[in-house]
């Protein structure tokens, strides 16, 4: 059964790092694409990154580049999205979820990689908190 499940958050102080990791795809992993998306209160869920079945492509949000690193453990069926310089706006809900060409019809790509709706497995997601 495919569920993921996040782990790795926390509070931390602006400025501060954390790893965020997602594991539970079993047997889909490796030949999966990975988004990360968090969502604050009262705002709609947005993109953070997301990372090729490969590794080979990786793709972010403008807010999050140069700070945020998504990368995956083939052999840990785990994917992984290092938050560093953090800031107070970067507080939220962070989700982890499985890319599926079945369901968009469309395959992985830049333009395809922040669609929400082409994504079918999320987890429950780990709080990530911030302050100033």
């Known amino acids: 059964q495919v569920q993921p499940v996040e782990s790795g958050g926390g509070l931390v102080q602006a400025g501060g790092s954390l790893r965020l990791s997602c594991a539970g795809l079993?047997?889909?992993?490796?030949?999966?694409?990975m988004g990360w998306f968090r969502q604050a209160p009262g705002k709609e869920r947005e993109f953070v990154a997301a990372?090729?079945?490969?590794?080979?492509?990786?793709y972010y949000a403008d807010s999050v580049k140069g700070r945020f690193t998504i990368s995956r453990d083939s052999a840990k069926s785990t994917v992984y999205l290092q938050v560093s310089s953090l800031n107070p706006d970067d507080t939220a809900l962070y989700f982890c979820?499985?890319?599926?060409?079945?369901?968009?019809?469309?395959?992985?790509?830049?333009?395809?990689?922040?669609?929400?709706?082409?994504?079918?497995?999320w987890g429950q997601g780990t709080q990530v908190t911030v302050s100033s």
């Open positions: 979820a499985r890319y599926s060409a079945y369901v968009s019809g469309r395959s992985f790509s830049s333009s395809t990689a922040p669609l929400l709706s082409y994504y079918d497995y």
């Open positions: 079993g047997r889909t992993f490796s030949s999966v694409a």
């Open positions: 990372i090729s079945w490969n590794g080979d492509s990786t």
